[in-house]
């Protein structure tokens, strides 16, 4: 009898605190009224699930806290509130431990923080239980050990399984990727490499064996003034000097199909102009960058230019050019248009090569030249 | 005369130096960059610089634009810009508005030396030399265009292509192998058909030549 009457008590007690608890919702809720900071509403745009939840946890904390002042009314004596806590206590982190799961990618991943979530919650729920049977009944051994390290192995089994799949894949994408980065880096020092070579080549052929050889020919001049009545001696250094002015010319020729002299001392803007004023199309040329370029760069664009003008020049029968340089986040567009027949065959030998060498750099070219509306031909050369 | 040589090329340097002394020419000063030629200029007031357009430290233009910078910091000195290679832009930038006491030719000529010693001393009286190749080029027949230099005969534009090279009518006679009164002829044709005033004086041919070509380039 006293026992229910005790447990009455107690269930009214608790409705009371809870209609109290209420009173300040219900306060929160009618329209002009401040919201207050401990109980979040509805009005301040939360969803259902997430109002209900709070809703359950302040009523966790208010019943603990109520069932500690029931013991300390009811005369104390051993804390058996303790139990109602971790029973409370286990709602509120499988609660927590569960949203945090809910948050994580879809898929292998979600599916090993939920194990881990309740791993996680049932190893605290032991843990608490074990102390307040530590606490409250003297127990001395740590029982839940075994528990513990089956649930570890358990959780840890089934990441490794879960995941095995994706930390393989990820494993193979890093090294492909570490690759990639690599080959394209190796490829344009590599192509870097090979454009300021050939300028050295260029200079070399110039200011060495041309030089030694303009050299060669001013001896020779000088020696050709000192036998001018020996007829046979003078035909033979002026045989000489033929033959020296022809190689003369070839390595000239050579050193220009290298790098064309201009380009390697002005750049790019001098060496299209100049090619440009050569062709006598009436060119116009609209130059929209001030970027450094690469030697390697500066090669490939004044080549796309020379082939595209010989084209013009050659089948085109235009009566309008041009040619635009531009800066383009980090790529050099270069094009060059005409308005000529078109008709140009994007497959030839000539347009075929010009990819080739723009492709080595990462570059794209495309060639529009339908019959009768023109040429666009468009490189585009990376050169950040 | 006296001559300052800009030249890095130590070997092609002292041939000059060689031949010029030869023919009793003073060589005032040699020089390897374009720094050295500014200094040697103001120090010497040279009446002529020989100069090759690429000079140490970079090997790119620095030997034009010293000639150009020493033209402008003393006018009346001529200058002879010899090249590797043509390039018609540098000629263009080289004579700039004062066409007087100006060379252009590839480093080939010094071999010829007799047309080298002539263009040395046309040059340095004032006149104008422009290499064959830098006037072959400006005439050369162009894809896709029909400009007034079309309309030249092949022999009219050899005679033109010579007096760009300075020389005179009796030479561009012995050169074609013609007679002087032909050559006459084939320039009062040419100035015709290029819309020029005809005159006799060697230079101011030249100059008329030079005028034209630059305004078509």
Redesign the interface.
């Known amino acids: 009898m006293v026992c229910q009457a005790l447990l009455a008590r107690r269930h009214e007690t608790i409705a009371d605190v809870s209609q109290r608890a209420r009173l300040p919702i219900s306060l929160s809720l009618t329209p002009g009224a401040k919201p207050r900071r401990w109980m979040p509403t509805l009005a301040a745009g939360l969803s259902i699930g997430e109002y209900a939840r709070s809703l359950v946890r302040r009523l966790a904390l208010l019943t603990a806290v109520l069932l500690a002042a029931i013991w300390a009314l009811s005369g104390q004596g051993y804390f058996w509130p303790a139990w109602a806590w971790l029973g409370l206590g286990d709602l509120v982190l499988l609660d927590f431990s569960a949203s945090w799961a809910w948050r994580q990618p879809r898929g292998a991943v979600r599916r090993v923080a939920c194990v881990w979530a309740l791993v996680g919650a049932a190893a605290v729920i032991l843990i608490f239980t074990w102390l307040l049977t530590w606490l409250l009944a003297g127990a001395h051994t740590f029982w839940p050990a075994w528990a513990l390290l089956g649930l570890a192995t358990s959780g840890s089994a089934y990441s490794l399984i879960a995941l095995h799949d994706r930390v393989l894949v990820a494993h193979g994408r890093r090294a492909l990727r570490a690759r990639i980065d690599m080959l394209t880096r190796t490829r344009r020092q590599a192509v870097d490499a090979q454009a300021a070579e050939l300028r050295r080549i260029e200079r070399d052929l110039h200011d060495g064996a041309q030089a030694r050889l303009v050299a060669l020919t001013l001896q020779l001049g000088r020696a050709e003034l000192r036998v001018q009545e020996q007829p046979e001696i003078r035909g033979l250094i002026l045989d000489a000097q033929r033959e020296a002015h022809h190689a003369i010319a070839e390595l000239r020729d050579l050193a220009r199909g290298i790098v064309p002299p201009l380009l390697a001392d002005r750049g790019l803007v001098a060496a299209v102009e100049s090619l440009a004023a050569r062709y006598g199309l009436g060119t116009a040329i609209e130059v929209d960058t001030r970027r450094w370029l690469a030697p390697a760069i500066e090669s490939a664009a004044y080549f796309v230019i020379a082939e595209a003008l010989t084209n013009t020049a050659k089948h085109a029968c235009a009566e309008r050019s041009w040619i635009l340089l531009r800066g383009e986040h980090r790529m050099l567009v270069v094009v060059v248009g005409d308005d000529g027949c078109g008709g140009a065959d994007p497959s030839g030998s000539g347009l075929a090569g010009l990819r080739a060498r723009v492709e080595a750099l990462d570059g794209s070219l495309s060639v529009d030249s339908t019959d009768g509306s023109g040429t666009i031909l468009e490189a585009r050369l990376p050169c950040g | 005369m006296r001559v300052v040589i800009a030249e ?2 130590a ?2 340097r002292e ?2 130096v ?2 010029l002394r ?1 023919n009793q020419i003073e060589v005032v000063a040699q020089v390897e960059d374009g720094p050295g030629l500014l200094r040697a200029i103001a120090g010497h007031k040279p009446d002529l610089a020989i100069v090759d357009v ?1 000079l140490p430290p970079t ?3 620095e030997g034009l634009l010293a000639a150009i910078e020493a033209r402008r910091r003393q006018p009346a000195l001529a200058v002879l810009v010899l090249s ?2 043509v ?3 540098y000629a263009s930038e080289l004579v700039g508005k004062d066409t007087a006491g100006i060379g252009y030719l590839l ?2 000529r ?5 047309a ?1 010693l002539d263009a040395l001393h046309t040059v340095a009286a004032g006149g104008t030399v422009l290499d064959r190749q830098v006037v072959a ?1 400006l005439l050369a027949p ?4 029909t ?1 007034a230099l079309s309309g030249l005969t092949a022999r009219e534009r050899e005679v033109l292509a010579l007096m760009a090279e300075g020389r005179s009518n009796t030479a561009i006679a012995e050169s074609l192998i013609v007679t002087p009164g032909a050559v006459e002829k084939h320039i009062t044709s040419i100035f015709a058909k290029l819309e020029l005033s005809a005159c006799h004086d060697d230079h101011r041919r030249v100059l008329a030549v030079l005028a034209y070509l630059r305004v078509s ?1």
Request: hydrophobic share 35%; proline share 0%; no cysteine.
């Open positions: 890095d090329l070997l092609l041939g000059l060689a031949l030869e690429r090997f790119s233009d590797q290679y390039e018609t832009a480093k080939e010094v071999g010829d030396v007799r080298f080029e162009r894809d896709g265009t400009g380039s």
